[in-house]
């Protein structure tokens, strides 16, 4: 019978998992299920809600749909899309840390370069003039003097590889050296020696460096100290 088939009609309505809305042409509802009732039916405004849009309701996203019928009565279909939505969001969220990631990396790196490079002058300029081939004579002073030059050059740099590998290991921008307390003293006075272009070791003429005897201890970071100071005296 024609109740019989409104009846099974109404129940297959109400069974569906999408929010179901039959509205009058008067604006009235006139058949709701109860995925509509539980998370729709308190927002009056889904009868704006144009195909295709999404909105958000009862806690959930819903993708809409609108069917005008001849006798001008409407039907709404929701769509629960909010499994979707939050893995769109969690996508978005995940691209947008990797290029922060990958920005900072790069801007990392790229900071590096000129402490690498500081340095490496040492090393490379100290080891030529300590070389057999170089054409300035040196005395055994000034080779242990030059020694010492390469070796805490030679720290410095094997301290900032770690520290670049560490931080490629872990992907994000945070130091990776322990914190302890450090000899401020020694950390400038060290820091000065790696700044100063190697050319101008040897013109003392135009350089003059004192470090204040009542620089102590601070708890830091040793190598990000260092790393600043150089910086600082470079420029």
């Not at 322990?178 to 050319?199: K, Y």
């Not at 040897?202 to 910086?231: C, N, P, W, Y």
Request: charged share 25%; glycine share 6%; hydrophobic share 40%.
């Amino acid at each position: 019978s024609e109740q019989a088939s409104h009846k099974r009609l109404k129940s297959a309505i109400e069974a569906i998992d999408d929010g179901f809305a039959l509205v009058g042409e008067d604006g009235d509802v006139l058949m709701t299920n109860r995925v509509f009732r539980t998370y729709l039916a308190s927002d009056e405004t889904f009868e704006t809600a144009k195909r295709g849009e999404t909105i958000s309701a009862g806690g959930r996203m819903f993708e809409s749909s609108v069917v005008n019928s001849e006798d001008r009565t409407r039907v709404f279909v929701f769509s629960d899309v909010t499994e979707r939505a939050e893995r769109q969001t969690r996508l978005e969220t995940a691209l947008s840390e990797a290029e922060a990631a990958d920005e900072s990396k790069a801007r990392f790196l790229e900071s590096m370069s000129h402490e690498l490079r500081t340095p490496l002058n040492v090393v490379i300029g100290f080891s030529k003039l300590m070389s057999t081939g170089s054409a300035i004579d040196v005395s055994s002073t000034e080779v242990r003097e030059y020694a010492d030059h390469i070796s805490s050059s030679g720290e410095h740099l094997l301290r900032m590889v770690e520290d670049i590998l560490a931080y490629s290991r872990l992907g994000v921008e945070h130091s990776t050296n322990a914190v302890t307390e450090v000899d401020l003293r020694q950390v400038l006075t060290d820091s000065i020696r790696l700044a100063v272009d190697f050319q101008a070791l040897f013109d003392t003429s135009g350089i003059s460096v004192k470090v204040a005897k009542s620089l102590g201890m601070v708890v830091a970071e040793e190598l990000s100290v260092q790393r600043i100071l150089i910086g600082l005296i470079s420029n």
